[in-house]
T-cell receptor, first 116, second 111 residues
Framework: AQKITQTQPGMFVQEKEAVTLDCTYD???????LFWYKQPSSGEMIFLIY??????QNATEGRYSLNFQKARKSANLVISASQLGDSAMYFC?????????????FGAGTQVVVTP | DVKVTQSSRYLVKRTGEKVFLECVQD?????MFWYRQDPGLGLRLIYF???????EKGDIPEGYSVSREKKERFSLILESASTNQTSMYLC??????????FGSGTRLTVV
């Protein structure tokens, strides 16, 4: 069964606007971590932000913030003030438990295109 | 900064060939991973290793094997390449329980 679901295959956003990328997850483990990665057209995967299941506050990193709604099992990424360089594929990922050897499970990704 | 290096950016191989994809990391990480990335499917775990000579199957190990003789190097082997193994292959490493550092990927085409 799919553990990470990203329902938006692609989206357009205008420069300087905010964009929200959806991510829902499925786990019965109380201990887990949620990650977002960015993949530009060059192919490298760039770590953006992390949220632990026990973290009390939503994670933020510069223009990136994570809207963590634990009861809904959602971990949406918000990019504020979009820039042309934000055009990329974005992946949500989850690590379950403390004995998982750090394995990450990824969603299918959302392609973001920022337009002038 | 941690660096994960994949030996080839692009590879073209013939059906039936034995293919080696090499990955080296320079930060003494315990864990290393091989994923393949296909459009609409995201990244799927092929194999991972949590120590030298230790390996575990991921979600899609069929048709692949791995080798980890030294801590810094994790090799993915396609014993007999097939066209359905045409994909982007991503290597990653991490210390225990933290996020990954990825290599830049190898785009493999099997003809």
């Amino acid at each position: 069964a799919q553990k990470i679901t990203q329902t938006q295959p692609g989206m357009f956003v205008q420069e300087k606007e905010a964009v929200t990328l959806d991510c829902t997850y499925d786990t019965s483990d109380p201990s887990y971590g949620l990650f977002w990665y960015k993949q530009p057209s060059s192919g490298e995967m760039i770590f953006l932000i992390y949220q632990g299941s026990y973290d009390q506050q939503n994670a933020t990193e510069g223009r990136y913030s994570l809207n963590f709604q634990k009861a809904r099992k959602s971990a949406n990424l918000v990019i504020s003030a979009s820039q042309l360089g934000d055009s990329a594929m974005y992946f949500c990922a989850m690590r379950e438990g403390i004995d998982s050897w750090g394995k990450l499970q990824f969603g299918a990704g959302t392609q973001v295109v920022v337009t002038p | 900064d941690v660096k994960v290096t994949q030996s080839s950016r692009y590879l073209v191989k013939r059906t039936g060939e034995k293919v080696f994809l090499e990955c080296v990391q320079d930060m003494d990480h315990e864990n290393m991973f091989w994923y393949r990335q296909d459009p609409g499917l995201g990244l799927r775990l092929i194999y991972f290793s949590y120590d030298v000579k230790m390996k575990e199957k991921g979600d899609i190990p069929e048709g692949y094997s791995v080798s980890r003789e030294k801590k810094e190097r994790f090799s993915l082997i396609l014993e007999s390449a097939s066209t359905n193994q045409t994909s982007m292959y991503l290597c990653a490493s991490s210390p225990r329980q933290y996020g990954y550092t990825f290599g830049s990927g190898t785009r493999l085409t099997v003809v």
